[in-house]
């Protein structure tokens, strides 16, 4: 028998009977729910900026999942990385089918071109950059820029699909106004009529924080989610769906001391917090967060939010990998239902 | 032969060689291009405001085309009326399959009530009652309010679809907050992740002027369109398509001094000048508009639209049977391309 | 007042309150439901064949409903007509936004050559001329073929969306093999994966008898539909969808004995019975059929099929204009659950 | 500086700027193209039925990708296998996320139901296995069976979406009639109106040898694609589109003698040669196959078939992920346009 089998590799083939343990009865992800403290990623930004110069590549830290053992990876599907631009400095143009979205962080006046439009930067703006659009980044400005990036590095990478190109000139050449797009695409549900265009990904490239925000405070008081709160997602304006075909992005606030009920989905995603402070108890283990912190969520894992302010309301920015899911006929979701939605707590992370 | 052709009519028969002239080269509506002056619409309804009470019928002025001799029809498939709803009054909860639109024209701070909601009227504003969706109107401000109904009447009528329901109270419960679906939809590109339905007519109920507007000046140095100028279409927010099954609804710039190339396509449209003052060419006849007017453009009619002032922008809404055409296949249209896009001016159109 | 109304009515314009009684609780189509028995039509026909030369036009015997009063108009939304071509005639090449199907009742061996293919005809099978796609018909066989045409005719006439042209030969020339979409397309659930195109009709222009039958057969003792029986939607290969935008074609099959529930839906439907012999009761109305009568169902019209046969399976095929009212979000249906699902018969239908 | 890059790494973070090589010009896969010949796969199915005894697990051996360095993946997405079931066995009631397809090899009687219908097998027929349908496989005849099996399990693990339940019993209760789904579902663009679920993977459970080898054959003159010759597409009866969200299959006859042209794209492929003998060069590699054998393509690799016997027309049946490339936007294809479309070929596979 131990000489079939080992006739039997040897040959390229395993028996079913071997690999009986890797269906699992729901998803085990090897990623773990993880937080980087905004203290520690201020301090790695800033050391960063002294010790390493903007060459090929952008300065850009990765957050590495610390279950996915050294790959490429915030999430199974997705990488998030936080991206520091000095004064006068130019990250070179080139293009990849890896799509990315920005989260400005701090800093106004930089810019991303994509495609020949430039798109003006202040904190709280989300900026898009579809796959394989020519895109560099510049700041003009005299005070450094942070945003974070959000990719599906991992998913493409899984899906062998990978292309990349770098432009042979360091800035792709502008044929756009600046804002294009948003001037085109943003506004309340009117359509340019003489754009005949209907690409995957958005065509609005900037959804701009002062427009989140003010839809966010006239739902202050909306009837919302029982898991999510007051839960929006960016959404293509042509289509009403996903952004983009590979990723979510969602905004979501948390009212001054409401605690959230915990379920559980197919999809993982990266949070950033925008403002206030709270608490995120994932499978048992509570994270305690503030501003700036970013947190990891893996398939399937109970989560719930709490905002543990009595004042101040909490702001979440995610980016999800649920278009993934659902364009395949694997999203699935479950509410907890004992505990009155809430779970135990067993253990809190602590940055080590 | 004749006998035979007698035999067969009692028979409820026809021969197709006797009705060859039926299929036309091109469509030849019976609906002709019309104008309704502002004047003549302004003293008809202060009329009717005087001589109608508000009963079980609303106070709706329809406008009938002439071509449609005594049919309840502005083009082949829709209806346009102007309304008075006079301070107090209150026009009764009933529910129809014909879809209406109300764009309103005079009068602040009436409202609709749509599904046990009150949608607040302001000048410019563009309010759906979507089909079979319970609406009453009232008008508790001390001014009367004035606007433009649009309704797919003629369609529905022609595809035998039509139900109506009176409710059996003056108005229908309310059960959410004033303006809800402006709070709940009326994002950029932002959508409330709690709400599941997917309704075939938009959820957004109000389209303010404000952003209307806001829209419109944003634009106001567009490369747009050469047959319609700056146009926006309104849109379904969880869709991006037209916010109604059976009728789109457009608002159109035509900047100072300019006059637009001259296109034709299936499908008709109602008019309502919004501000400013121009001509429309409708196959050959001039229409001269300004501020109030209505106009009716036929099926496959060749039109071109020119804004006669050199110092401000003109506006135009319209309603449009585009998207059943769309739905059914049947859209196409042509642009003039001899005399540089613009027709000869054969005639021009009188008030009668 | 009645001197107010003269003025407004003078100016194109009626108020609401006149038309009160337009809006009505359910559909009230001026289409009746009617039948042309098989030994008119025969008669008819053979008539025509001896009468009518063909020329310009067609030989179909158009149905006009009796309700419709001289409208070119089976139902509201279709014409029905009988075609016969005889043994060395062509019916020239042209092509309209109509759509047409045909369904063979007599002849085998004529065709139907639609842009550059012909299909060959036998008794029972479906043919499509796409909207728009050029067409002749010819018969090099010694015998007559006799078919009924199904078209869109008035449907298109109320969206004032006709085209018509005539080739300025008599034949469109031949550019694929004879069948060529039935070799590509008429398949089970396989598809030609050279095939890029994607039209909105389907691309499949001829549905056999043989086949037909045999999934009929097939389904001889499934639990199929309590109004409808086993009933089969003829589809676009494509995607799964009513065969052509404006127009429904089905085939259902009731088994000996049989009696159906009554229900009615929005939506006209005109039948053919392709074998067998029963009785169908519209609104109270009995209508006896056999092989070869034809039948129309107005919109909203409670119907109830039954096969007064205990022996033979009886067959009807039936065109219907369902995919326009579900495309408009109109589609609507209503079993009758009184009477466990039967109508009182209060009259029946004679040929006058 | 290599201190920073050591305190970074241990808090979970790294620098873009060590990671460039990581976006590659184009797909890189790490798994290679590889071939399991019949002979071998037949002596290993003999080996494994006096082996191996039926348990918790199917007999079934697993074709590991020798660059996926043990794990359980044919292609980054997909795991192919060959299963064995022998007179009187049964192979116990389970589901799970992941999807199967069964191309069946030998043997003729056994039987897969899926949630209570049994669709009995032959040589040639394909049989679905849609995500998290309960399925059990039995042989209640005298002599074994040999299948195929496809899943998507890579694509699953990867997405962290896998599910798996055991029934509490060997065999899921039958519910509906022997090969119900080929009798609803298994006509030619026939659709029962009666059926109103739309699942997202195909209602057709299966595609008999006996029909897809009439479809080809009926196609044997097609003008077909230069690079896939006469390739068919197994297509989901209600929507014409892929029978699975993830995964597609294909049926190809190379005419005798035909040489193809090579072209490359994303996504990768296991084929099965159903019939004949051929060859696919594969980035300049040569396999040459006969009927039985298993061959792996991985993205974006240059391949190029040709059947090289000049009498009999040769096979291939194939699962792919294009479904997958092409839901998420990341489809691509390129044509080698030098050498007219022929590779050099530079090594020629043997099996070690």
Not at 40 to 51: C, P, S, Y
């Given at each position: 028998?131990?000489?079939?089998?080992?006739?039997?590799?040897?040959?390229?083939?395993?028996?079913?009977?071997?690999?009986?343990?890797?269906?699992?009865?729901?998803?085990?992800?090897?990623?773990?729910?993880?937080?980087?403290?905004?203290?520690?990623?201020?301090?790695?930004?800033?050391?960063?900026?002294?010790?390493?110069?903007?060459?090929?590549?952008?300065?850009?830290?990765?957050?590495?999942?610390?279950?996915?053992?050294?790959?490429?990876?915030?999430?199974?599907?997705?990488?998030?990385?936080?991206?520091?631009?000095?004064?006068?400095?130019?990250?070179?143009?080139?293009?990849?089918?890896?799509?990315?979205?920005?989260?400005?962080?701090?800093?106004e006046?930089?810019?991303?071109?994509v495609?020949?439009?430039?798109?003006?930067m202040?904190?709280?703006?989300?900026?898009?950059?579809?796959?394989?659009?020519?895109?560099?980044?510049?700041?003009?400005?005299?005070?450094?820029?942070?945003?974070?990036?959000?990719?599906?590095?991992?998913?493409?990478?899984?899906?062998?699909?990978?292309?990349?190109?770098?432009?042979?000139?360091?800035?792709?050449p502008?044929?756009?106004?600046?804002?294009?797009?948003a001037?085109?695409?943003?506004?309340?549900?009117?359509?340019?009529?003489?754009?005949?265009?209907?690409?995957?990904?958005?065509?609005?490239?900037?959804?701009?924080?002062?427009?989140?925000?003010?839809?966010?405070?006239?739902?202050?008081?909306?009837?919302?989610?029982?898991?999510?709160?007051?839960?929006?997602?960016?959404?293509?304006?042509?289509?009403?769906?996903?952004?983009?075909?590979?990723?979510a992005?969602?905004?979501?606030?948390?009212?001054?001391?409401?605690?959230?009920?915990a379920?559980?989905?197919?999809?993982?995603?990266?949070?950033?917090?925008?403002?206030?402070?709270?608490?995120?108890?994932?499978?048992?283990?509570?994270?305690?967060?503030?501003?700036?912190?970013?947190?990891?969520?893996?398939?399937?894992?109970?989560?719930?939010?709490?905002?543990?302010?009595?004042?101040?309301?909490?702001?979440?920015?995610?980016?999800?990998?649920?278009?993934?899911?659902?364009?395949?006929?694997?999203?699935?979701?479950?509410?907890?239902?004992?505990?009155?939605?809430?779970?135990?707590?067993?253990?809190?992370?602590?940055?080590?």
């Amino acid at each position: 028998m131990s000489d079939f089998h080992e006739r039997m590799h040897a040959a390229g083939i395993y028996g079913l009977w071997e690999l009986a343990s890797k269906m699992t009865k729901h998803p085990e992800p090897r990623a773990i729910a993880h937080m980087w403290p905004s203290a520690l990623l201020e301090a790695m930004v800033r050391e960063a900026g002294e010790a390493v110069p903007i060459g090929e590549e952008r300065r850009a830290l990765q957050l590495f999942n610390p279950g996915l053992e050294g790959q490429w990876a915030t999430t199974n599907t997705m990488i998030a990385a936080i991206q520091l631009l000095l004064p006068g400095e130019v990250a070179r143009a080139h293009r990849h089918t890896p799509t990315a979205i920005r989260f400005i962080m701090e800093g106004e006046g930089a810019y991303t071109s994509v495609d020949g439009e430039r798109v003006y930067m202040a904190p709280g703006d989300l900026i898009l950059t579809p796959s394989w659009a020519w895109h560099d980044h510049g700041n003009a400005t005299d005070k450094p820029v942070v945003w974070m990036d959000g990719l599906d590095v991992p998913l493409i990478q899984a899906l062998n699909a990978m292309f990349f190109q770098m432009y042979d000139q360091e800035k792709f050449p502008l044929t756009k106004p600046d804002n294009a797009s948003a001037a085109l695409h943003g506004h309340v549900s009117l359509s340019p009529t003489w754009v005949k265009e209907r690409p995957r990904s958005s065509p609005l490239l900037l959804y701009s924080w002062a427009q989140t925000w003010r839809s966010l405070a006239g739902l202050r008081d909306a009837d919302a989610d029982p898991h999510d709160g007051i839960a929006l997602e960016y959404t293509h304006p042509q289509t009403g769906r996903a952004l983009l075909p590979t990723m979510a992005c969602w905004i979501q606030m948390i009212r001054p001391g409401a605690r959230l009920r915990a379920h559980r989905h197919t999809g993982s995603a990266v949070y950033y917090v925008v403002q206030g402070a709270g608490e995120t108890i994932i499978d048992g283990c509570r994270f305690a967060w503030g501003r700036g912190d970013v947190i990891t969520l893996p398939s399937w894992a109970l989560h719930e939010h709490a905002n543990t302010s009595t004042h101040d309301a909490a702001i979440l920015f995610s980016i999800q990998d649920r278009p993934v899911l659902e364009a395949l006929g694997l999203f699935r979701e479950e509410a907890l239902t004992e505990g009155e939605g809430h779970q135990a707590v067993t253990s809190t992370f602590k940055v080590t």
